[in-house]
């Protein structure tokens, strides 16, 4: 499990008075606000968040510390991370991303099927993309509790019975 | 335009073969298809089909609510992959 998760990046300056131009990559974009102080990818920095508007491709914001267009455009490309420990806890068979991503899959007989590399939902199910040990193209395994009856973040393993034919 | 209700719903009928088949067999299999303009009919929900998008066959377990649409819905043809932050998945 990563400690810090990325939650959103500034993408320049907007306008002339300190305001940036905010990347969120929350699932509610304006949240980001709510997980504040955020900070730079190596702590040195830490900002609190004003939501002012929406822009096109993003929002504008005030951070804490930014009081010119050159602060703000000083900070062009800074990625915006926050604790994992600050995003709130959730009700069984709920998962963040982040924390499913990296995990190891094996069968119900202890092989290893794979990595997880990302989970996509395609409009039914969650979808976790595996990268399988000796395949070209990845796979994908749905993330129901038939297929995928345990999750063990502590030792960070995923449990799968996946049904025939998945991975051929 | 919506399609004449006396042709009834399209389904390739290899598709239909296979769930049959399947659905006899009784194994926990996906049944791969070529097919995303079948309608999803409800002979088909509790089994999982891999709808190719192009690439790969994606795994959909169809449900009551995916009846009356199309296999091609569930399959999409762009990956797009963006950053985790606080996005969840449910264990369905």
Redesign the interface.
């Known amino acids: 499990m990563s400690e810090k998760?990325?939650?959103?990046a500034i993408a320049g300056a907007f306008g002339v008075r300190g305001e940036v131009r905010l990347k969120?990559?929350?699932?509610v974009p304006e949240?980001i606000a709510n997980?504040a102080p955020l900070e730079t990818e190596d702590g040195a920095r830490s900002f609190t968040v004003k939501i002012t508007r929406q822009i096109k491709n993003g929002l504008a914001a005030r951070l804490s510390g930014i009081a010119t267009k050159e602060d703000a455009d000083a900070l062009r490309g800074t990625q915006l991370f926050v604790p994992r420990d600050r995003?709130p806890s959730?009700p069984d068979?709920?998962?963040?991303?982040?924390d499913?991503?990296g995990l190891t899959v094996t069968d119900t007989g202890g092989a290893p099927l794979g990595k997880v590399l990302?989970?996509?939902?395609?409009?039914?199910?969650?979808?976790l993309e595996l990268s399988a040990p000796g395949q070209k193209?990845t796979v994908?395994?749905?993330?129901?509790?038939a297929i995928?009856p345990t999750?063990d973040l502590a030792q960070g393993r995923i449990v799968a019975d996946p049904?025939?034919?998945?991975f051929s | 335009m919506s399609r004449s209700v006396w042709k009834g719903p399209f389904v390739d009928a290899y598709v239909l073969k296979k769930a049959e088949a399947s659905r006899d067999s009784g194994r926990n299999e996906v049944i791969k298809i070529w097919s995303r303009r079948s309608t999803i009919l409800p002979q088909f929900v509790g089994l999982t089909f891999g709808v190719y998008n192009g690439q790969k066959h994606i795994p959909v377990n169809v449900t009551e609510d995916m009846i009356g649409q199309k296999f091609g819905e569930y399959s999409p043809t762009r990956t797009y992959y963006g950053h985790a932050a606080d996005k969840k998945a449910k264990r369905k």
């Open positions: 998760v990325c939650v959103g969120s990559f929350t699932a949240d997980y995003l959730l068979d709920e998962f963040y991303h982040a499913l991503i990302a989970v996509h939902n395609n409009g039914a199910d969650d979808l193209q994908l395994l749905p993330f129901t509790k995928v999750v049904p025939e034919g998945l």
